[in-house]
């Protein structure tokens, strides 16, 4: 029957729904009193309805120490904090360098994260001029169509740019539409350390981004401006990408970034 999912099923794909709950039930007691007590003595009220364990240990949360039969947490609860934490800590490293850039262009600029194929927008700083480009935070756009989407993509999983792979489409006659064309342009990006949009989501409005790494060397955000074309032409966008390159480096290295 459509939408049935057995207990096995759970545990091998997922968890979903009350078992969400569960889930994040069993974490806080790791997370507290790890290391104390018999984690299957703990859960075993929640035993009949729903086994945590094969699904924890099928999401490399939790593993059994086959000496004492007991659960106990892996590093990757630690990994997925250090992530979050450098997701919340950036907006607050950015902001600074984030008006200092509003003033030396005189254009709207961005502090972007990915969210699976979009980019949010977390932060903005609006252009003084009366043609600017308009977005708001919390607002979203295609990742492979603006600037401060292909600084993220650049450093993005496979797995990322499979799911981008099947969402191209022209936005505007700009729009990258065949994926060898945007690996190759994410290829430059790595190497020049900057994105260009050239009219590819409003194909009025342009835009050039750096990405921003955390003490991982993991691409967390990205740092961006827009404006209209006809303000921006190549040769500003490139001067602004250099720009760029030099406040998204510093934020990094707030960050605890040590790479170049």
């Known amino acids: ?9 759970r545990c091998h794909t997922g968890l979903s729904g009350y078992g969400v709950a569960r889930f994040h039930e069993t974490i806080h ?8 007590f018999d984690w299957t003595r703990l859960l075993l009220r929640a035993w009949c309805s729903w086994k945590p364990w094969p699904a924890l240990v099928h999401q490399g949360f ?3 120490n086959e000496d004492t039969a007991r659960y106990e947490l892996t590093m ?5 904090g250090s992530g979050l934490a450098s997701r919340l800590d950036v907006r607050v490293e950015a902001l600074p360098f984030m008006k200092e ?14 969210d699976g194929v979009e980019v949010l927008y977390i932060e903005k700083i609006d252009s003084p001029q009366p043609v600017r480009a308009y977005t708001t935070v919390g607002g979203r756009s295609p990742a492979q169509c603006v600037a401060t989407g292909k600084a993220l993509l650049a450093g993005a999983s496979e797995e990322t740019l ?3 792979k099947n969402r191209l489409k022209p936005y505007t006659p700009r729009s990258l539409v065949k994926f060898g064309d945007l690996r190759r342009e994410l290829e430059q990006v790595r190497e020049q350390g900057y994105a260009i949009n050239r009219g590819e989501w409003r194909e009025q409005v342009v835009g050039a981004a750096a990405p921003i790494y955390d003490s991982r060397g993991m691409v967390v955000a990205a740092l961006g401006i ?6 921006l032409e190549e040769a500003r966008l490139i001067h602004a990408g250099k720009i760029l ?16």
Not at 1 to 6: A, N, S, W
Not at 245 to 260: D, P, W
């Open 245 to 260: 390159v030099t406040a998204a480096a510093q934020i990094s290295r707030r960050l605890g970034y040590s790479g170049r």
């Open 1 to 9: 029957m459509q939408g049935h999912e057995t207990g096995a099923s």
């Open 29 to 36: 007691a790791l997370l507290v009193i790890d290391g104390i």
């Open 101 to 114: 850039l509003a003033e030396q262009t005189q254009e709207t600029v961005h502090l972007s994260l990915l």
């Open 62 to 64: 939790a593993r059994k």
């Open 162 to 164: 499979n799911l981008i």
């Open 226 to 231: 827009s404006g209209p074309a006809e303000r």
């Open 76 to 80: 990757k609860l630690w990994e997925l």
